[in-house]
């Protein structure tokens, strides 16, 4: 590669030392973080003052040049140190402030008045009422009789009062709530616990307002459109994604094309793009398009809002205005380098989210990699659309790779041909959704039509987003965390410097298509889960209960729905359920039922009881909503109610009388449900406590409790009849707990007894998923190996 060609990586040395300065500084106090910052820009500065040694005269010239390289490295990253350090502990010292800290540590309660940051967030819903995440910052602190604490500092607001929805960022308001402690490793101050409506002092900024009312048109224009793709277009022009299907983005998560869900630098791009166009027919030149650029990108990040990832979009789309108004490439190098280092002063949170490094890492594939690999293609006869096209996605995915490794603990191999089918779609959703909702004010009509064109090139981002995460093999199991994140990028760097020499891609070619030819079949004839044969399946949803029973193709019975919905939901699309037949839950504890619309979240479910227990009030009103909102009622069932479809029978067999006064009510009248499936019985004890358990011994006796498998009660307690235990006598233990709970589940010394028994004993908390199956000479089990974090 000629000189002129070699990238500029002057200012590399120093953004890698801002950001791993400011991630570590995060764990840090202020005071030990202000010590090495200053040890840094001390040392720095030394290493520039001193010169280095003149070279022996035998000593071969061109060694001085490196020699020049390696100092100059050094300097930049000490240098790069030193300012991420001071920058992040001079945040530090905001948030440990001492009268602020000791109100935090107390949890007492305190009138808060706040800057909104972000619009609020509804919170997935559990069994209480809806909650409400708001950003803000903190301006002034009032508790009790004392005097007032005045600050800037940044905040969580957990807002249990619908008043939070509608709030603007830049609105000043006055709260009373309780102060908690935030969590390591992030720069806010507290975490404010507010059950009461904020109350509005003045009003927002004018942008804002004006941005709120372009954002609430592309909306309401997106409203008859397709959930689908009427809940993408405002994710993927403006950041919007109130509407978005949860499971649609778990899709767009297993394809690579995360990306397209939210505001991106892609986005930035298409609209600079035709802002850049549209000077350049004008004639402008390179400075004055910058500043037509500059000003559009300022419109754009207010309209999305200056959230994180707006920001790292913005910043990305800057790079491209910096190497423009400079008239050369090669000065996008430095200004990526630059842009990164100036956030990260600006924020040094920003150094532990993973968003940012995916666009800093997406950036620099595309400014190092894609180029020279587009040429390539081009000298071997590629037509240069295609080549570029190739490339670019190409890039990106090999510079991520590593940091989606490290989070996923998956290296797709759907991602490179997703994003490429991608593209033609992009642009013109992101200028018609834009142009929709800037004509929406005063033009709903034409809002309405725009936002319907574009609709459509939004729905082949669906329909590829559906269909990757559907493709078998689509992702191949990695190491996950840091280590598995840092063993992928050694061998990408290792293989980039390697595949320079062409023997070396020739080898890598054949290996990769070796490999893929080998792995593929087996993968595509035995993709491993769901297991042939399930009988019953605990899904691993943390610490709760979901038990799944297969009723026919993509049909299932589903007990309980676990604490939260995605869990659930990815369990049931593992294993292809589209339809539910029954849901049944077996009490109204969060535990149980905080799931529940991930059940309901793009299937039908037929019909759902439960049992005649009133309490909890809000867990039994979170799963009639649920349940109203998809066309059906709870039913309350008893004991003797027998329910079949093809070859699953389910019986109900407790509770029997109410009991009352127990150690816990809801879990002692907890419906108790016996399933017989392909000639083999499973039972479902729900979280039956021994008093509950003891009474369905003495009803139905031992001979009427014998199971093959048995759902192992309440996470596994110790709360156990030693009676019931010896009745049903299992050959396999099913125990859904959560890994590393607060509960002790599940207990030591029911596990060794279980084991004594003679029964397999599976976790969902160990072994992820897991399955009772049934094979040719009895029982077999299965696991997926995936437990939850």
Same mark, same amino acid.
């Given at each position: ?323 423009? =108004? %400079?008239?050369?490439?090669?000065? @996008? +190098? &430095? $200004?990526? #380098?630059?842009? !990164?280092?100036?956030?990260? *002063? /600006? ?36 037509? =240069? %659309?295609?080549?570029?096209?190739? @490339? +670019? &996605? $190409?890039? #990106?995915?090999? !510079?991520?790779?590593?940091? *989606? /490794? ?56 669906? *329909? ?57 079949? *087996? ?267």
């Amino acid at each position: 590669m000629s000189g002129d060609r070699l990238p500029d990586l002057r200012l590399a040395g120093f953004t890698l030392g801002i950001w791993f300065a400011s991630l570590a500084g995060l764990y840090l106090s202020a005071r030990t973080g202000l010590l090495i910052g200053a040890a840094g820009l001390i040392t720095g500065g030394l290493l520039l003052l001193l010169r280095p040694a003149a070279a022996p005269p035998r000593r071969p010239v061109s060694v001085r040049p490196w020699m020049r390289r390696v100092r100059w490295i050094a300097v930049t990253v000490v240098l790069g140190v030193g300012c991420g350090a001071v920058s992040t502990a001079a945040r530090l010292s905001v948030r440990e402030a001492p009268e602020l800290a000791a109100l935090v540590r107390d949890g007492v309660s305190a009138e808060v008045e706040l800057v909104v940051r972000d619009d609020p967030r509804l919170l997935p819903r559990g069994s209480g009422p809806p909650t409400y995440l708001v950003a803000v910052e903190l301006r002034t602190v009032r508790a009790d009789e004392a005097a007032p604490i005045r600050l800037a500092a940044r905040a969580l607001v957990l807002g249990a009062d619908p008043g939070w929805r509608g709030l603007l960022p830049g609105q000043r308001v006055i709260t009373t709530g309780r102060l908690l402690e935030p969590r390591p490793g992030d720069l806010r101050a507290a975490v404010i616990s507010a059950r009461k409506p904020p109350r509005l002092v003045g009003r927002p900024s004018w942008a804002q307002r004006g941005a709120g009312v372009l954002r609430a048109g592309l909306q309401r224009a997106c409203e008859p459109l397709p959930d689908d793709s009427g809940g993408l277009l405002p994710g993927l022009v403006v950041g919007d994604t109130s509407r978005l299907d949860p499971a649609l983005e778990e899709d767009f998560r297993a394809t690579g094309m995360t990306h397209l869900t939210a505001v991106s630098g892609t986005n930035v791009a298409i609209l600079l793009g035709v802002v850049l166009f549209l000077v350049r027919r004008a004639r402008a030149g390179p400075v004055l398009s910058a500043a037509v650029c500059a000003v559009a990108l300022a419109g754009f990040v207010i309209l999305a809002r200056p959230s994180p990832s707006v920001v790292r979009a913005g910043a990305m789309g800057a790079v491209g205005l910096l190497a423009l =108004a %400079g008239g050369r490439h090669r000065a @996008a +190098v &430095p $200004a990526l #380098a630059a842009a !990164a280092a100036v956030l990260l *002063v /600006a924020d040094p949170e920003l150094a532990g989210d993973a968003g940012f490094a995916l666009s800093v890492l997406a950036t620099s594939g595309l400014l190092l990699l894609a180029p020279s690999w587009r040429d390539g293609l081009r000298r071997r006869g590629w037509p =240069a %659309g295609a080549a570029e096209a190739l @490339a +670019v &996605p $190409a890039a #990106a995915q090999v !510079a991520c790779g590593p940091v *989606v /490794a490290a989070l996923s603990g998956t290296v797709s191999l759907i991602a490179v041909p997703a994003n490429l089918l991608a593209v033609p779609a992009i642009a013109p959703a992101t200028l018609l959704g834009v142009a929709a909702a800037v004509i929406s004010p005063f033009w709903p009509a034409g809002a309405e039509f725009l936002a319907w064109i574009g609709h459509w090139p939004t729905a082949w981002l669906v *329909v590829v987003a559906h269909s990757g995460a559907r493709v078998p093999a689509g992702a191949v199991p990695w190491p996950d965390g840091t280590a598995g994140g840092l063993l992928l990028a050694a061998l990408t760097v290792a293989f980039l410097f390697a595949a320079r020499r062409a023997v070396v891609r020739r080898l890598a070619t054949i290996v990769a298509l070796g490999a893929m030819l080998g792995a593929l079949p *087996v993968r595509l004839l035995a993709s491993g889960w769901p297991p042939p044969q399930w009988l019953v399946v605990a899904c691993a949803v943390g610490q709760g209960d979901a038990v799944v029973l297969p009723a026919g193709a993509g049909r299932a019975v589903v007990v309980d729905a676990g604490p939260e919905p995605d869990a659930v939901d990815r369990c049931l699309r593992r294993l292809g359920v589209r339809e539910v037949v029954l849901f049944a839950v077996s009490h109204f504890h969060a535990d149980h039922i905080g799931g529940v619309d991930g059940v309901f979240r793009g299937r039908r479910v037929a019909s759902v009881i439960g049992p005649d227990w009133p309490e909890p009030v809000a867990g039994r009103a979170t799963v009639e909503s649920a349940a109203g909102a998809g066309g059906v009622a709870v039913r309350t069932v008893r004991p003797g109610w027998v329910w079949t479809v093809g070859d699953l029978r389910l019986e109900v067999v407790g509770p029997g009388e109410p009991l009352r006064g127990t150690n816990s009510d809801p879990n002692n009248n907890s419906l108790i449900l016996r399933a017989v499936v392909g000639g083999r019985s499973v039972l479902l004890l729900g979280d039956a406590e021994t008093e509950q358990q003891d009474d369905l011994v003495s009803r139905i006796g031992a001979a009427g409790l014998r199971a093959d498998v048995l759902k192992v009660a309440h996470h596994g307690s110790a709360l156990q009849s030693p009676e019931l235990l010896d009745a049903v006598d299992p050959a396999v233990a099913l125990v859904s707990a959560g890994r590393d709970n607060d509960y002790g589940h599940p207990n030591g010394a029911l596990l060794n007894r279980l084991a004594r028994g003679g029964a397999r004993i599976l976790r969902t908390d160990e072994s992820g998923d897991i399955a009772a199956v049934a094979a040719a000479d009895g029982l077999a089990v299965a696991a997926r190996g995936e437990p939850p974090a």
